[in-house]
């Protein structure tokens, strides 16, 4: 995976912001941010249960069939 993109960096307040771009996007509310060099690393955290990860997906679309009208044609 070698993507790149030049992004800008703004201020907002006293914290410097990066827009992630749509390609780059990160699942989840929560990352590492960390320094190495010159390099920031961001890493997401992993939700820690089967809970939290039903949280991050998004809802089905799929219609699916009433069980009890299903029951009642056996």
């Known amino acids: 995976m070698d993507k790149t993109r030049h992004?800008?960096?703004?201020?907002q307040g006293q914290d410097q912001v990066l827009t992630i771009p749509?390609?780059?996007a990160i699942t989840g509310t929560?990352?590492?941010?960390?320094?190495?060099g010159e390099r920031l690393i961001i890493e997401p955290i992993l939700p820690s249960?089967?809970?939290a990860?039903?949280?991050?997906?998004?809802?089905l679309e799929e219609?699916?069939?009433d069980i009890d009208e299903r029951t009642?044609?056996?």
């Open 72 to 74: 009642s044609l056996l």
């Open 7 to 11: 992004v800008s960096l703004t201020i």
């Open 63 to 65: 219609d699916f069939p």
């Open 22 to 24: 749509p390609e780059f």
């Open 30 to 36: 929560e990352v590492v941010l960390r320094k190495d």
């Open 49 to 51: 249960s089967l809970l």
């Open 53 to 59: 990860l039903l949280t991050t997906l998004s809802d």
